[in-house]
């Protein structure tokens, strides 16, 4: 007979994935959900049309450990700096990273208002899961 | 069709012993997204074991495998019908001429994320999103200044709106009024096929029922006063973007088409008196024969539901009228001249499948919405095919192939098989609203990403055959935040100079219309002649019906 002892792996992070502004693109946001869940992260998806203010209450609410943004309408650089405010107005220090249809040019601009990184259009779900794995180590 | 030569048939047991074993046993297996294996030959045999070759038929006769009308391209070509929109209607209205000198033969009009979700321009939530991924619609007085001295007669158009589609219907249709055209033979389109919103697109304003309600006072009115127009465009295209396999696209269309016309049917109408006005939107990437075969197979087969099931005496409630051409989720970032490339061969299918009306996406997709030359080369794609590759000569020229028509047969199966699935589970709207469809697909388009990403499904440019380019400037369209500030200041106008009272009553009838469960369309059309405002009419109807509150399914 074989007993066989389950080791409950703890999840390595807390990600809030969210959708803010009216934007309705929600298979990448969900592709990446599904990819940090098959990897061990734990994740809350906010769901579309939500504010930046909705989203950073959500994440205090949660504790979460890090924030993902998902925009695809090309309205990020307005957003991201609205999500700065917000951070800044409810004392929140976590990392919040931007993702979607995202340029090049404007990566510099992204981590300007605040963002720990920024991952344009392109990018791979590796580099993100990379990403969240050197954040679970730091913590 | 005739008696096939028997004295040279060859049948599959002869096919597998003349290919020699060693090289059967190395092929490796060739299996479709759809599930459908593909052999290395077909033959005659194929037909007949997947259908009947009787279904083949004839073109403009039921149950239209080859083509829903007898001559197609041979009488007149697709209609070529460039999605734009940007900024203000200024600017959509100079795009649109541009579109249409440079031989665009329909219109498709963007609308940005404010209109499409029922927010007017000075909204807090539009900041940052007026005019950007489409033109701003606020009033009637937008639709006045875009369609501007163009003949909505030879050029017809197609609103891509689907939340907010009463409201802009309602517009379109005072316009026309007021420039003097007549509704009774007015052709055009509205996109208005909500249910699809709530499982990818995600413009959705009202809960789903009263959604669907919408849709169905839309169907109903034009069936009665607009009888040319399409009222509905149902979509298998953003289901498939969403990670739909090509035969659930169709299974999933074909349940909503199937949902919208139960419905209306509901509403005391016959179905020979709005099915030949229904149209669809489907997405072409992927493999270029399942494709075909995809839509042969599925045209048969919306033909054979419509006459069997719901009893059509009009050869025309039958036919699948379709536009198709454009698939994002095909194109790349890297190398993105590829992507012309590949709306060519996605040009070429949607040409061999009978479509009635083309457009492609243009190659600066990952980026942005089209440049005017991006536009251009998508004009010219569909043109070159048009006038050089003789795609037009005849009809359906691959009906009778082997493969083709195996594959069209293997396709009907598989997609009336994916919608008794769905009809098992309770239907399409119960797995929409239980999140049943959003789970499947977003898993797939989770594992077929990462199938690209690993290097398991080529993709070239990306996973194979890659350049690292260094930094490149790809022209992007750009986005004129003036053109908001105008556009808030010409919205404002219109509220100074419309006459308030007559605005208050209008949208009082709509509440009114909408609590007593009345069709909507006359009470909206009236608001909209008094320059009422999409934010306006939209907040009139959340204060009935509510919003929706999306369930998290993913």
């Known amino acids: ?139 | 069709m005739g008696t096939p030569d028997t004295t040279k048939s060859v049948n599959q047991n002869e096919v597998k012993n003349l290919m020699s074993n060693s090289t059967k046993k190395d092929l490796p297996k060739v299996i479709l997204e759809s599930g459908i294996e593909v052999n290395p030959l077909y033959t005659q045999d194929d037909i007949e074991r997947t259908g009947s070759v009787a279904d083949i038929g004839k073109p403009g006769e039921y149950p239209f495998t080859r083509g829903i009308h007898p001559l197609m391209y041979r009488k007149r070509p697709f209609t070529m019908r460039q999605y734009a929109g940007f900024g203000t209607p200024t600017e959509t209205h100079e795009r649109f001429l541009y579109l249409i000198s440079q031989g665009q033969t329909g219109l498709n009009v963007a609308f940005d994320l404010p209109t499409q979700t029922g927010l007017d321009s000075d909204d807090p939530r539009a900041e940052g999103e007026v005019g950007r991924v489409g033109m701003s619609v606020d009033t009637l007085a937008d639709f006045e200044e875009v369609f501007k001295g163009i003949n909505l007669d030879d050029i017809t158009v197609s609103l891509t709106i689907n939340g907010s589609a009463i409201v802009l219907v309602a517009m379109y249709l005072a316009m026309a009024q007021e420039y003097a055209f007549d509704l009774s033979n007015l052709r055009g389109t509205a996109q208005n096929d909500i249910l699809k919103e709530f499982i990818g697109r995600g413009t959705w304003i009202f809960p789903v029922e009263p959604s669907v309600k919408l849709v169905i006072d839309i169907i109903e009115y034009c069936a009665k006063e607009v009888p040319k127009y399409s009222p509905v465009s149902v979509c298998g295209y953003h289901i498939r973007e969403s990670g739909a396999n090509p035969v659930q696209e169709m299974a999933y269309a074909f349940c909503i088409a199937k949902a919208y016309t139960d419905e209306t049917l509901k509403r005391g109408l016959t179905i020979d008196e709005f099915a030949s006005r229904l149209s669809f939107n489907f997405d072409i990437h992927g493999n270029l024969f399942e494709q075909i075969a995809k839509f042969r197979g599925a045209r048969r087969l919306w033909a054979k539901i419509i006459k069997e099931q719901y009893r059509a005496s009009d050869e025309s409630s039958c036919w699948l009228r379709m536009i198709a051409g454009g698939g994002g989720g095909g194109l790349t970032k890297e190398q993105p001249e590829n992507n012309i490339i590949r709306s060519a061969y996605y040009a070429l299918i949607s040409a061999l499948s009978g479509t009635q009306t083309m457009a492609l996406c243009s190659y600066d997709e990952a980026y942005t919405i089209p440049t005017e030359k991006a536009a251009e080369i998508s004009l010219r794609t569909m043109q070159i095919l048009i006038h050089e590759m003789g795609i037009c000569d005849t009809v359906d020229p691959l009906g009778g192939s082997y493969y083709v028509e195996t594959l069209s047969n293997q396709m009907e199966n598989a997609i009336v098989k994916e919608m008794e699935e769905v009809d098992a589970k309770g239907g399409i709207v119960k797995a929409i609203a239980f999140g049943e469809i959003q789970k499947a697909i977003s898993r797939q388009a989770y594992l077929r990403e990462k199938a690209i990403q690993d290097g398991a499904v080529p993709k070239v440019g990306v996973n194979i055959h890659r350049t690292e380019e260094t930094a490149r400037t790809v022209e992007f369209h750009p986005y004129n935040e003036d053109n908001a500030k105008k556009q808030v200041e010409k919205l404002r106008k219109v509220k100074r100079t419309r006459n308030s009272a007559q605005v208050e009553e209008a949208l009082a009838r709509i509440k009114k219309d909408a609590e007593t469960n009345l069709n909507l369309m006359p009470a909206v059309i009236e608001a909209v002649k008094a320059y009422a405002t999409v934010g306006e009419i939209s907040q009139t109807l959340k204060d009935v019906y509510g919003e929706y509150q999306e369930p998290i399914y993913f």
């Open chain 1, 1 to 139: 007979m074989i007993l066989t002892v389950k080791i409950m792996k703890s999840k390595k992070l807390k990600i809030l994935l969210g959708k803010p502004g009216l934007d309705g693109h929600d298979v990448g946001v969900k592709v990446l959900a599904h990819a940090l869940i098959d990897n061990g992260f734990e994740v809350i998806y906010t769901g579309l049309r939500k504010t930046i203010e909705e989203i950073v209450q959500k994440a205090k609410d949660n504790k979460v450990d890090v924030i993902g943004l998902s925009i695809l309408s090309g309205t990020h650089l307005v957003l991201c700096q609205q999500m700065n405010e917000a951070m800044k107005k409810a004392g929140l220090t976590i990392p919040w990273i931007v993702g979607g249809n995202i340029p090049d040019n404007d990566v510099e601009a992204i981590i300007a208002a605040g963002a720990a990184a920024a991952f344009p259009t392109g990018t791979t779900i590796e580099a993100v899961i990379n990403y969240c794995d050197e954040l679970a180590e730091k913590k």
